[in-house]
């Protein structure tokens, strides 16, 4: 007979921790929330009609069975989940911590500086104002279901947090799993201190949004869809291997028709949802977040998705594409890439797209006239043609792989500096017209310790340092500059290289009304320079215009209804 393992499946909160703490002073393994790897273990092993928690032997408590990170990722209440727990673990026992309600409601609104709030607004599609009253029909619904479903049943401890002792809980364990430690006479209670500061950052938090024109969705999502073509000729050979095939049911598939590791699930009390396990890449990841979008509309399109950078497929560069694929960038001019907001990058909240991001406080003519960029070394080697050549991080591997051979090290040192972005800030960096230099991605940190690097590597810089400078500057990576939103934004006026990739917004910013235009690899930018400076009632005009059109990106019913219309032309082209 196994010994028992108790699942706490009360809400979210500081119970979760308490708990944790009773079972750690008898000397008990625990486990709790993980990062919410236990949320999503539980929920990925229920698509699948798995075991959960088998990976974990000797946990004798799990709690904190949530997840609400990253924001745009759906939040994951695996606590609801007791009924299928009961069924896939016969030994286990259940705690259901009864919290007080408005104690409970402002604990999730302090929780994180606000970002679990965000996370279920986010996803429930509505202002954080509405999650009080939605948060506790929500408790109580649970509490009823628990009921419900355990009745009488001895596998289940009900625990009021108002008026059960922490020693009630431990005599309900104690024959199973002796609790002779009781480390503290009650629960958490933070009632007094927090609700007056929880409704406080509520309502600070509240925003009137802002409002799209009524044209504005129609005419980004026509962008998007522009060279879709059912009866093209050609394939899937220039997909990646991160694509995947959803048939709009619970599973996808990969190019191969091999299984994802995404399942679409709908656990008790919420909305359908896709996830999967953590390990995977997050490419992938990035494919879940679309299928997460199209669910989060109310709807379950088959769809294409191919969410890896620089998709050159369907362009005479690359291999033509005989169906649409949802992208989030594609070559001008391609046939059947369909541009969709990237979830890790362009969902509302995220840098750029920010409604709570304070603006810009410096005005342009008390910026300092000068360019400034920071960034990855991304981006390929230079060519005429228009396809370039070997990526940054090929060269960078190379520059791994040559260890203390000088030969090697140069050699891959010369490649790199044939690379787009390292030839521009080595061209740049001592130039006093110009602040520019490398931020090494997480992933490739300790190249910012090489020698022949570190001269032109710094740490990352947040908007207050950009802000600081009268223009920025966009240079392409891969493809298109993930800093072009976020650089515009202000009231700086913004350079971007003329680099032929297109973005789900890219039709909505036009050269010479928004941004200046510069020429590929930059070629040109001192002269455009001296333009800017020679006009600036010109660009303070561009950059006025832009901050107005970005804006127009932060309306949340305008970008669900770009995505509905994406998916309603997709629709009508089969």
């Not at 304070?358 to 990855?376: H, N, T, Y």
């Not at 992933?443 to 022949?452: E, K, N, S, V, W």
């Not at 215009?545 to 997709?570: C, F, K, N």
């Amino acid at each position: 007979m196994p010994k028992p393992v108790f699942i706490h499946i009360g809400p979210d909160g500081s119970a979760d921790d308490a708990l944790v703490q009773l079972f750690d002073a008898n000397g008990y393994k625990t486990a709790c929330h993980l990062g919410g790897e236990l949320a999503t273990d539980i929920l990925f092993a229920q698509a699948r009609d798995q075991r959960p928690l088998r990976q974990r032997p000797g946990i004798r408590l799990f709690a904190g069975l949530w997840r609400a990170a990253p924001h745009w990722r759906p939040p994951q209440e695996a606590w609801r989940c007791f009924a299928y727990l009961a069924k896939r673990i016969s030994h286990a026992r259940f705690i259901l911590t009864l919290p007080d309600p408005d104690t409970w409601v402002c604990e999730r609104i302090m929780r994180d500086e606000g970002k679990l709030a965000r996370c279920h607004a986010f996803h429930r599609n509505v202002p954080e104002l509405d999650l009080p009253d939605l948060w506790r029909a929500d408790l109580r619904a649970h509490q009823h279901a628990v009921d419900d479903y355990f009745g009488d049943d001895p596998r289940l401890i009900r625990i009021d947090l108002t008026s059960d002792s922490p020693a009630t809980l431990a005599k309900h364990i104690d024959p199973l799993l002796p609790m002779s430690e009781i480390p503290f006479d009650k629960w958490p209670d933070q009632r007094d201190q927090q609700v007056e500061a929880a409704l406080l950052a509520l309502y600070d938090r509240a925003l009137e949004p802002h409002v799209a024109p009524d044209d504005w969705a129609q005419d980004v999502a026509q962008f998007c869809l522009q060279g879709v073509d059912s009866k093209a000729e050609g394939g899937i050979a220039g997909l990646s291997g991160f694509a995947c095939d959803w048939d709009g049911g619970a599973s996808v598939l990969n190019q191969k028709g091999g299984t994802r590791q995404i399942a679409v699930v709908t656990p008790e009390g919420a909305a359908p949802m896709a996830l999967g396990p953590d390990d995977r890449h997050f490419k992938v990841v990035r494919a879940e977040g679309v299928i997460n979008d199209i669910l989060r509309l109310g709807r379950r399109d088959p769809v294409w998705i191919d969410m890896e950078d620089s998709r050159w497929m369907g362009s005479p560069q690359g291999e033509p594409l005989d169906r649409p694929v949802l992208c989030h960038n594609r070559r001008a001019g391609a046939v059947n890439p369909v541009l969709w907001p990237l979830p890790d990058q362009h969902a509302i909240g995220l840098s750029g797209f920010d409604p709570a991001a304070p603006a810009d406080p410096v005005s342009f003519d008390d910026k300092e006239d000068r360019i400034v960029w920071r960034g990855m070394i991304s981006g390929n080697e230079m060519r005429d043609s228009t396809r370039p050549g070997p990526a940054s991080h090929v060269w960078l591997a190379k520059l791994l792989d040559a260890g203390q051979d000088a030969d090697a090290r140069d050699a891959a040192w010369d490649g790199l500096q044939r690379t787009s972005r390292l030839h521009f800030v080595r061209r740049f960096f001592d130039h006093p017209d110009f602040d520019i230099g490398v931020v090494m991605a997480f992933a490739y940190r300790h190249f910012a310790q090489d020698p022949l690097l570190a001269p032109y590597c710094g740490p990352r810089r947040g908007r207050p340092f950009f802000q600081r400078f009268r223009y920025q500057l966009c240079l392409s990576g891969y493809d298109h500059g993930s800093n072009f939103i976020s650089a515009l934004d202000s009231n700086s006026v913004l350079f971007a290289e003329d680099d032929g990739w297109q973005v789900f917004y890219s039709g909505r910013f036009k050269p010479w009304v928004h941004f200046i235009p510069i020429a590929r690899y930059g070629n040109d930018i001192l002269e455009k320079l001296d333009w800017a400076r020679s006009n600036p009632d010109a660009c303070k005009a561009m950059s006025c215009a832009a901050r107005a059109e970005a804006a127009h990106l932060r309306d949340p019913h305008a970008r669900r209804m770009v995505m509905t219309h994406i998916l309603d032309g997709l629709a009508q082209s089969r």
